[in-house]
């Protein structure tokens, strides 16, 4: 029969073995997942937000802006 020495030895070496497994592929995806997030962009495959670098520019419109505004909607006539 097993000592508890002999069997707590076990029980460290298969924690450390599922460790090391659980370390290695969680570090090849690490890399894999780097590599691919420093590719170049592509042309239609990057990600563009779509906010305003100054959204305040947009709260008090210009006379230009609102002559357009007019136009667009018919009312200069």
Known sequence: MLSS??????VFGLSFLVMLWYLTNKGRENIEKA????????AGEDFIDGVAKNPEQFDEPDEDALQEMAKLL????
């Open 74 to 77: 018919g009312e200069d006539e």
């Open 35 to 42: 590599r691919s997030e420093a590719t170049p962009a592509i």
């Open 5 to 10: 020495v002999e069997v707590t030895t076990i």
